[in-house]
């Protein structure tokens, strides 16, 4: 006979179990939101340069490799640049060209750059992203390709990433490549650490009870590779390593789930750092820019963004006709600058590695 003690047992258990299965479910589906297909923008809607802007003076062949199902698209930039080989891993949401000015600096510095867009991202295919480990795959499976590629296997070989690329550049050194020298620009420690982090920031104090079944989804992902950490990449490396954040960056917190935050956890003396405190250049992006367009966004930039949208309501579609005119008028050489103390800082440490 089934006593009334069990039974509420049973039913404690029926509920747990369909909490859980509910939680892990409204997880996954609000994980999913992020890790769509990114892409470039519409031209007319952006003030970028891309590629045909430097084509002129800056060949690039295009190749292609595969990273699990997918195939990727990928391009050797001045493949007759000999001082060495940078492999170029770009944040979420984009593409490899969204950082084409900084890419095209290096190339005047001598360097080649192998350059890809990743899973999902682009040009290359992928239903989207994935997760935060992906770029760290896509990394190792372009690395990969370049070791099996006679001219590109010649020469010395570097990595460089920002954001989902600044924790794939420093993740991929947990794999064994020959690399000379890798430089991480304001990237997470740990998926999941990055994870939690936007989860918290999104839910608040209650996002803590999601954090197992984040931990769970990451895992049923990415399996052995769920954990794959940038520390300790870094901390492993036979190579110098230079780990850049911004004491401002809103999106990976310098003090949370940054690989800069780990740095008493890494006792190499191969392993550098640099902080981008100045402020308006220590955001997540920000310390790409130039003095000269800071200057420009703030005095000039802004208050006309605010002047031309400032009779279209919150939830008012502004005509395409307005914006388009809007980025038309943006000064391109100012919007497209890259600061000179990133390129500096990029090539002088891998010059170091290279003992120039």
């Known amino acids: 006979m089934i006593t009334k003690k069990t039974m509420i047992a049973c039913a404690c258990a029926v509920l747990l179990v369909t909490l859980c299965i509910v939680s892990y479910a409204f997880t996954a589906k609000e994980v999913k939101k992020n890790f769509g297909r990114g892409s470039y923008?519409?031209?007319r809607f952006?003030?970028?340069?891309?590629?045909?802007?430097?084509?002129e003076e800056h060949p690039r062949v295009a190749v292609q490799f595969q990273s699990g199902k997918n195939t990727l698209n990928g391009w050797v930039y001045c493949p007759a640049n000999s001082r060495g080989l940078i492999v170029f891993a770009h944040g979420i949401g984009g593409g490899h060209e969204t950082y084409?000015?900084?890419?095209?600096?290096?190339?005047?510095?001598?360097?080649?750059v192998f350059a890809y867009d990743a899973t999902g991202s682009c040009t290359s295919e992928g239903d989207g992203t994935v997760g935060l480990a992906q770029s760290a795959l896509d990394?190792?499976?372009?690395?990969?390709?370049?070791?099996?590629?006679?001219?590109?296997?010649?020469?010395?070989?570097?990595?460089?990433?920002h954001s989902w690329g600044g924790y794939a550049a420093a993740a991929v050194l947990n794999f064994n490549h020959d690399i000379q020298g890798c430089v991480s620009l304001a990237g997470y420690s740990k998926p999941f650490a990055e994870l939690a982090e936007q989860c918290d920031l999104k839910f608040g104090k209650a996002g803590i009870l999601l954090h197992?079944?984040?931990?769970?989804?990451?895992k049923v992902l990415f399996g052995r590779y769920a954990s794959l950490s940038a520390v300790t990449g870094a901390e492993k490396a036979a190579c110098p390593v230079l780990i850049c954040h911004g004491t401002e960056d809103e999106t990976i917190s310098f003090n949370g789930a940054s690989i800069i935050s780990q740095r008493n956890k890494m006792s190499s003396p191969l392993v550098e750092y640099h902080v981008f405190s100045e402020s308006g250049r220590n955001g997540h992006n920000s310390f790409f820019y130039t003095e000269e367009y800071r200057a420009y966004k703030d005095d000039v930039l802004v208050p006309?963004?605010?002047?031309?949208?400032a009779s279209y309501g919150k939830d008012t579609v502004v005509p395409d006709s307005v914006r388009?005119?809007?980025?038309?008028?943006?000064?391109k050489e100012l919007y497209n600058g890259t600061s000179p103390e990133l390129v500096n800082l990029i090539d002088g440490f891998f010059s170091r590695c290279l003992g120039e």
């Open 100 to 112: 084409i000015n900084l890419l095209m600096q290096l190339l005047d510095r001598g360097w080649c």
């Open 139 to 161: 990394l190792h499976r372009a690395l990969c390709f370049v070791e099996q590629d006679e001219a590109l296997s010649r020469l010395p070989l570097f990595v460089l990433g």
């Open 46 to 55: 952006s003030a970028s340069w891309w590629y045909d802007h430097y084509q």
């Open 304 to 309: 006309r963004q605010e002047e031309v949208f």
């Open 212 to 218: 197992p079944f984040l931990w769970l989804y990451n």
């Open 41 to 43: 923008p519409e031209r």
């Open 324 to 331: 388009e005119a809007f980025y038309a008028s943006i000064d």
